[in-house]
């Protein structure tokens, strides 16, 4: 390996939303995340609906069930 092109590879603390922490090695000294396999529900057996910065609405409001349209509406256009 090449010397002086690789970052440096130092200990790091990852926090997660729910309060957890760890310890690991990265090349960042801290990493935030949401989610860790404490909280996660494919861990923990439980749904939870984690949304972030609204994408579940967002989802809901361009692909959500809406209503049928009229059978006379359709068929006049």
């Given at each position: 390996?090449?010397?002086?092109?690789?970052?440096?590879?130092?200990?790091?603390?990852?926090?997660?939303?729910?309060?957890?922490?760890?310890?690991?090695?990265?090349?960042?000294?801290?990493?935030?995340?949401?989610?860790?396999?404490?909280?996660?529900?494919?861990?923990?057996?439980?749904?939870?609906?984690?949304?972030?910065?609204g994408?579940?609405?967002?989802?809901?409001?361009?692909?959500?069930?809406?209503?049928?349209?009229?059978?006379?509406?359709?068929?006049?256009?």
């Amino acid at each position: 390996m090449k010397k002086d092109i690789h970052p440096k590879y130092v200990a790091c603390k990852v926090t997660c939303g729910c309060g957890e922490t760890f310890a690991t090695r990265a090349t960042k000294a801290e990493i935030p995340v949401e989610i860790c396999s404490k909280c996660h529900p494919f861990f923990t057996g439980k749904q939870k609906l984690v949304d972030t910065a609204g994408r579940v609405e967002k989802f809901q409001r361009r692909y959500g069930k809406r209503p049928a349209a009229a059978p006379e509406a359709a068929a006049q256009a």
